[in-house]
Structures are given as C-alpha cells and as structure tokens.
C-alpha cells in the first residue's frame, strides 16, 4: 500500500498528464519525495524505498520529456511543523519512556538549522519550481528540511 500510494500515484497521475502538458508547450511537474528519499528510514524501509523511488522515477521523467520542454523535480521536505509531527515526536518518546520534550529536542538536534520547515516553506520552493524563476532547473531533488544530517 505504501509504494501504491507515494510512488505510483505519480506514476500514474504524470502518465495522464505529460500529453497534456506536452501538447501545451510544456511545463512543470514537481514530485514529491522526502528526506526519507536522501537519508533512508530504519524501521520505515517501504517509506524510504518509495521516496528513494520518486527521485530516480523525477530523474529519468526529466531526461525524457526535456526536449518537449517539460520539467520535472522532486520535493524532499523534512520534519514539517504541525500536528502530525507532534504525534510522531510523542509515540516516539513515550516509547523511549522520555518526555516529550526530550524527544523533539532529539529531533531537532539532527537539523543544522535547529528548526522545523512549514508547509508555507515546501509551497514556495513549489512555486519558484512552477514559475519562470526555476525555468532552467529540472531532474532535481531538492530538499527543503533545514539540512537533516541524519535520522533519530
């Protein structure tokens, strides 16, 4: 279910799509990935295997749908603020039996920026993608994470 879900749904979604946005002179197509696809997950090896699957699938799609003028890339978006990585920080500590606290400073000692990214960070790195600004850039993974320098 995991590799149906994030990875071939792109598969899918950009083979209905890339006629379309080849027959309009071209365009942007922006995957989504995860630090998951750069630094691997233990424990989470279908995640990781199917993120690690979305750069190598926004690699060859760039390579080939180029000369119509078409980019393709790949978001790596990192721990995002927000409700879902507080559950994530707290299951985590309650099974290493320590505070909450504790935990996420864990998780934020691996950022060399000591922060968390916001889904306001991922949209305008999508829209620099999207826009004449990111025109030149294609087949690339680009990680918006505040460097993650490893898994906890």
Known sequence: RCIAVDLNSMLYCTRLAMPLIKAAGGGSIINLSS??????????????????????????LAIEAGPDGVRVNCLQPGNVEGERINRVIDAKAQALGIPFEAQKQKLLDSVSLRTFVTAEDIANMALFLATD???????????????ITRTV
């Open 35 to 60: 630090v998951a696809g750069r630094l691997g997950f233990p424990m989470r090896t279908p995640y990781a295997a199917a993120k690690w699957a979305v750069v190598g699938l926004t690699k060859s």
């Open 133 to 147: 600004a990111g025109k030149h850039i294609s087949g690339q993974a680009l990680s918006i994470c505040g460097d």
